[in-house]
């Protein structure tokens, strides 16, 4: 505790970090007070037949996504997931198309570039999104409506008010990245997450003690320590790290001798972070989407099954999806050609494998590897609030089993911390843990 509070001490000493600190708080503060902003003309008190459309199914996650946005009809009620909609077709774009992949080749004046299209992409999401929220929410609330309005008449203001929502989540989201700790747009994601848990751990223990088959306290402490492992399992996976050595050849420079050192590129198990859970979780949304232009019940089979993220053709799909997703992002973020020829340029080699070509198949081979073992397991985490509702866990409460939600609070809690310690270590101070650094990746920015 005593050490706890040092560091808190030594974090407001710091100016920079207790001013980012302090703006981050704002612009949460800001996203937390929209999230209660209802559209102008609904009648928060008549929307409960949303809010129970939303608390089980797919609709619960879209609803967590957004920190309980979409079931108040708030101006922010389609969250940023359309701008993650958005960054998903470019990146899948910068794989197929030559003339994107040549932007990202340009630097700074390509990603600026590529940037600007993502918005204008998500803008084009938005006018598709919003109309379907609006008529799902004419069917399960129409009477929400005030008097004297027509739907009709509604739904163009409505649309670009609910554009123009997530449009301003996202800006929230760029200067919390900016000015603030972390990236913004992750933390908006996190905040949203966590909104939902003190509900839903009340929930849950409400019912373990209530219901005739609930198993009471022993029940829930079982679930809490299967929670606490869960956790740290995905701590461990999130921070491991494979090292491969790399020998530097000595050389002269001027009149001093340079190299000679044996140093290691630390190549992380799980070097995606969580970036291919949001994506699948994304693309998972897309029959939902699709779904809130008609009724449920009018709907393939298919389509009823995706809306049902317990069901098995979700979770394996759901799984598979997190798989490819990883594989793909960490071969667009790590580049083993290039290190290779960096290695080459700077006189370094790894002991035993030739310069160039050799090496950068080694190291390629050595991602393959350990990505593939992190993939499996991250997916298993995924699906795990499926397996948990066998044991009557309470849906809410379920998705802090494991899922999108606990990996995305685990890796941006991570990350988040791994900024505040190196402004900490860069001034001399103690870091957040006695026993060494942590290990974050900076989330990619999106």
């Known amino acids: 505790m005593k050490k706890f509070?040092?560091?808190?001490?030594?974090?407001?000493?710091?100016?920079?970090?207790?001013?980012?600190?302090?703006?981050?708080?704002?612009f949460v503060a800001i996203?937390?007070?929209?999230?209660?902003?209802?559209?102008?003309?609904?009648?928060?008190?008549?929307?409960?037949?949303?809010?129970?459309?939303?608390?089980?199914?797919?609709?619960?996650?879209?609803?967590?996504?957004?920190?309980?946005?979409?079931?108040?009809?708030?101006?922010?009620?389609?969250?940023?997931?359309?701008?993650?909609?958005?960054?998903?077709?470019?990146?899948?774009?910068?794989?197929?198309?030559?003339?994107?992949?040549?932007?990202?080749?340009?630097?700074?004046?390509?990603?600026k570039k590529i940037s600007m299209y993502t918005r204008w992409l998500t803008v084009a999401i938005l006018l598709f999104q919003a109309p379907g929220y609006l008529m799902n929410l004419k069917m399960q609330a129409g009477a929400a409506l005030a008097p004297g309005i027509s739907w009709s008449v509604f739904m163009v203001p409505a649309v670009i008010i609910l554009s123009a929502g997530s449009m301003f989540i996202l800006w929230l989201g760029e200067r919390i990245t900016d000015k603030g700790i972390g990236n913004g747009i992750s933390l908006i994601i996190m905040i949203g997450i966590i909104a939902r848990l003190p509900q839903a751990f009340i929930q849950e223990l409400t019912s373990r003690f209530t219901a005739i088959s609930g198993g009471g306290l022993v029940m829930f402490l079982v679930e809490i320590i299967i929670l606490y492992a869960v956790v740290c399992a995905s701590i461990v996976l999130v921070q491991g790290v494979r090292k491969v050595p790399v020998q530097y050849a000595k050389r002269v420079v001027g009149n001093q001798q340079v190299g000679g050192a044996r140093q290691y590129i630390p190549l992380k198990l799980f070097a995606a972070n969580v970036m291919p859970i949001i994506f699948a979780q994304a693309l998972m949304f897309i029959p939902l989407t699709l779904v809130q232009y008609s009724?449920?019940?009018?709907?393939?089979?298919?389509?009823?099954?995706?809306?049902?993220?317990?069901?098995?053709?979700y979770n394996i799909i759901f799984a598979l999806l997190i798989i490819a997703f990883?594989?793909?992002?960490?071969?667009?973020?790590?580049?083993?050609?290039?290190?290779?020829?960096?290695?080459?340029?700077?006189?370094?080699?790894?002991?035993?494998?030739?310069?160039g070509k050799e090496t950068a198949e080694y190291i390629d081979t050595v991602m393959s590897r350990i990505t593939l073992p992190g993939s499996l397991f991250?997916?298993?985490?995924?699906?795990?609030?499926?397996?948990?509702?066998?044991?009557?866990?309470?849906?809410?409460?379920?998705?802090?089993?494991?899922?999108?939600?606990?990996?995305?609070?685990?890796?941006?809690v991570l990350d988040t911390l791994a900024q505040i310690e190196s402004h900490l270590l860069m001034r001399h101070y103690d870091g957040l843990l006695s026993s060494g650094r942590i290990h974050g990746r900076g989330m990619a920015a999106y």
Request: hydrophobic share 50%; net charge neutral; proline share 5%.
């Open 326 to 355: 990883t594989y793909f992002y960490t071969a667009i973020t790590l580049n083993p050609t290039q290190m290779a020829e960096d290695m080459k340029r700077n006189n370094g080699f790894i002991p035993g494998v030739k310069p």
């Open 31 to 111: 996203y937390r007070f929209g999230s209660f902003v209802v559209l102008p003309g609904i009648n928060p008190a008549m929307l409960s037949q949303l809010q129970s459309q939303t608390a089980g199914g797919l609709m619960s996650l879209l609803d967590m996504f957004s920190g309980g946005a979409f079931s108040n009809a708030s101006i922010f009620a389609l969250g940023i997931m359309p701008y993650i909609s958005a960054s998903i077709v470019m990146q899948l774009l910068a794989v197929a198309v030559p003339y994107v992949q040549k932007m990202q080749r340009e630097g700074e004046s390509g990603r």
């Open 378 to 412: 991250i997916a298993f985490i995924a699906v795990m609030p499926a397996l948990a509702s066998l044991l009557n866990v309470q849906d809410a409460f379920s998705q802090f089993f494991g899922g999108t939600s606990l990996l995305i609070l685990v890796g941006v």
């Open 295 to 313: 009724a449920p019940e009018n709907a393939s089979w298919f389509v009823r099954t995706m809306l049902d993220h317990h069901s098995w053709t």
């Open 5 to 26: 509070i040092e560091t808190l001490k030594n974090i407001w000493k710091i100016e920079d970090l207790r001013q980012r600190l302090l703006i981050t708080l704002l």
